[in-house]
């Protein structure tokens, strides 16, 4: 079974799906705009057939916080990647939490975009956040 549409598939899409599809979109629109910012990233550039990993929506629960699950599942994730030849560690970070979890393992910050500066379709539909300022891409030589 493929994931790519056949052009001849005349069957309608479902409307609930579309839906949540429409509802990620801004979300998906930050991302794409963050992560854009890898393809510059100099020692990518210079190499881009290097495998590299992908991070995002890391994090644990409140009652779990502070006791290293995020640095060890980072830490794992990372030797693993190492060890089947990738390159680099990239990751979203959209929490504090995540962000000071970033900096301690010493990813650099690659950019950041402000919550109240990205604009989707004429809106700001981030604007609201308060908790976090911004979501902060980081990179991982491995």
Do not use: W
């Amino acid at each position: 079974m493929s994931c790519i549409p056949d052009k001849n598939d005349t069957t309608e899409s479902d409307p609930a799906s579309d839906d949540v599809l429409r509802k990620y979109e801004p979300i998906n629109s930050l991302l794409d705009q963050l992560e854009g910012n890898f393809d510059d990233y100099p020692d990518y550039k210079n190499n881009p057939d290097a495998k590299f990993t992908k991070a995002f929506k890391v994090g644990v629960l409140p009652e779990y916080a502070g006791k290293g699950l995020g640095t060890r599942l980072r830490h794992a994730t990372t030797d693993l990647a190492k060890s089947k030849g990738f390159q680099f560690s990239v990751a979203s970070a959209s929490a504090p939490g995540s962000q000071r979890l970033y900096q301690k393992l010493k990813y650099e910050e690659l950019a950041e975009i402000k919550y109240s500066d990205f604009v989707f379709k004429g809106s700001r539909p981030f604007a609201g956040i308060t908790a976090c300022p911004s979501i902060k891409l980081y990179i991982k030589k491995l």
